[in-house]
DNA sequence: TTCCTTTATGCAATCGTATGCGGTAATTCG
DNA sequence: CGAATTACCGCATACGATTGCATAAAGGAA
């Protein structure tokens, strides 16, 4: 085959498609455009530039219109962690609604941090975008509002704990269903001393994932054992080390409950490491159902939630802005949680 | 806190910035790029401008660069299944990589399927970027030359198959690690019933993979039954339809191998499933290694690439291209794979 | 003083596309 | 038959930043 030699040749420009048309570039762009400006074309002329537009292997350079502001065509999205199998289904989804409409979808991981995620913010700042798509653990409303603010695009967000007035946000509830889960895990499954594998103060998911599980011990009468809270950062290995933890207490929890599976998962495994079993020496629940949950031995009981959904709500409340379907104040979509039972508990 | 009510404030320019610092706007042009072309500025007018560049908040419009055909500071990278681990430490090295240098990613899935790499091509064409990583299963070689003139970036792929004189490529020695693996099973083993569940042989990854395979068998003077050979679609669930298949033969396999080990972990649910035990009934290998592997019981036997190590030098090819400390041939980079003896075989 | 550097800054073109406005020819109307 | 539409198209500008070239002031040498 015949391979490039030249080290970049020019793009082919609308002005290349006119000169061989013999027609102006505006032509080519009202051609091309298609959207109806009040001004005609003539269909011979319509063909001459298709046909041109064909020869030519025309391809519009999308940066020009995004220079003068018009749409880019593109989605920025924000997730904590593209390793962690809770956001794929997400990402997943973004991206297919982003594919139905033409877009492109910049992505960008955080890590967790607030630096990473200032980091997007500024990003997305020197790249204005049409829709932008964010799990923010750290931002503030006021970080948001800047980014509404610079960049003019459509903004929407998981997480129950954002609530600026044009963002629109998904969240899943789930408060009611730890404090569900827990109290299930009490009444039915008898245990009194649970652990919980949470993480730092810095994240309110985890702040109010903490509190729905004070909630359940408090309604139970269960007093708060100091040593039954460790912090992890969301992965397997976190999990495992708080695991750990407990087995060397005196008197460790009969369960643990940890607020993702990646976390649950490494906890079982110390667990199972140790020569002790699940869930008879300890109980394990996690948080999300992500697909390894059911592959592990025994399986994971945990709480699901629907992120397919999650990100197929957020596209949509963003395209639906991009597009004009919905220009009105920020909504809040709420998600469904519910436990789904099976061996480790 | 102020919220924003203007539905989009005019971006903060050099313009603004210009006339606050009391210069000209090709002035701080010069201020922020740094660069010493051969012009000098007087210390007091750089002093006036970044303050002007602070107070107003200024940040750079990335997309005007872009339009002159400068840099982009944008990577675009197309993975075939975001959901799959085994893609995830090379997103996160190319995105660590990119972050390094302050660039962007854009990030594209193809589902495996030729429709979604080709948009992902002609995406491309349409938004120019500095460098372009490609796990590419349909791409042919004109393709990718498309891109490489059209786009002008540097390109860098995974892919044994690749052979295009200006792409840098990154592959793991599967054939080799899959020969002796297959053999170490026969062997050691004592396996002469092993069922193949490959892809279709539209992938040359899957074509190579399985000519190993049947390589391996042909050295150990072992017949092919083609009732041992299936197809999936690199999913978990097609690896059980394909692990199905076989258990309901006459005489079903002793040993399967998966050409990867979303598929092989399909399989052994499968085989557990119906009451039989693994390896004991069904030993299964499994090709990546990702995480889920050790969580699963028995933990699954796989042939381990280094995914990291495949993004961090696909990043390094193309940025060393980028900022042209090379621009030689494509180069060929060989990572090794070793098989990882756990306990489904 | 005159001429020539050196230093510091501004002007203007450019990238590719969209679009307001003006222009020309053909057609219709009174 | 002259005037008013209508249909069609091109000119020129703008978007925001980079950069070659011109310009202006200051300083040094002759």
Redesign the interface.
């Given at each position: 085959?015949?391979?490039?030699d030249?080290?970049?040749?020019r793009?082919v420009t609308m002005r290349d498609v006119a000169k061989l048309a013999n027609v102006s570039q505006s032509t080519v762009s009202r051609v091309l455009s298609g959207a109806d400006d009040g001004i005609p074309i003539g269909e011979e002329t319509r063909q001459r530039v298709m046909e041109a537009v064909e020869t030519l292997g025309y391809?519009?350079?999308?940066?020009?219109g995004?220079?003068r502001g018009q749409k880019?065509f593109?989605l920025a999205m924000m997730v904590a962690d593209?390793?962690n199998?809770f956001y794929?289904?997400m990402?997943?989804a973004v991206?297919d609604a982003a594919?139905t409409h033409r877009y492109?979808?910049?992505?960008?991981?955080t890590d967790h941090t607030r630096e990473g995620e200032m980091?997007f913010v500024?990003?997305v700042?020197?790249?204005?975008v049409d829709g932008i798509i964010l799990v923010p653990y750290h931002l503030t409303?006021?970080d948001i509002?800047r980014l509404?603010?610079?960049t003019?695009g459509a903004v929407a967000t998981l997480g129950q704990h954002i609530n600026?007035?044009?963002v629109d946000t998904v969240y899943g509830d789930d408060e009611h269903a730890i404090l569900e889960a827990i109290t299930w895990l009490i009444r039915e499954r008898g245990h009194r001393r649970i652990g919980f594998i949470g993480v730092t103060g810095s994240f309110s998911v985890g702040a109010r994932r903490r509190g729905a599980f004070l909630e359940a011990l408090r309604q139970a009468g269960i007093p708060i054992y100091p040593e039954l809270f460790e912090i992890g950062d969301w992965s397997?290995e976190s999990g495992g080390h708080a695991m750990n933890v407990f087995l060397s207490l005196p008197k460790p929890p009969t369960a643990v409950f940890a607020i993702n599976d990646l976390m649950a998962?490494g906890a079982m495994?110390a667990v199972q490491k140790t020569g002790r079993c699940v869930p008879d020496d300890v109980a394990v629940l996690g948080f999300d159902d992500i697909?390894?949950a059911?592959?592990?031995?025994p399986r994971l009981t945990t709480i699901a939630q629907h992120p397919t959904e999650m990100g197929r709500v957020m596209a949509n409340a963003v395209f639906e802005r991009i597009f004009g379907k919905y220009s009105g104040p920020g909504r809040r979509f709420e998600v469904p949680c519910r436990l789904i039972v099976r061996e480790s508990v």
């Open positions: 085959m015949q391979q490039s030249s080290p970049r040749k793009a391809y519009p350079n999308l940066y020009a995004s220079l880019t593109m593209i390793a199998p794929h289904p990402v997943r991206q594919r492109d979808v910049m992505i960008a991981n980091a500024e990003s700042i020197r790249r204005p409303e006021a509002d509404l603010v610079r003019g600026h007035p044009q397997s998962i495994e697909p390894p059911t592959w592990v031995r």
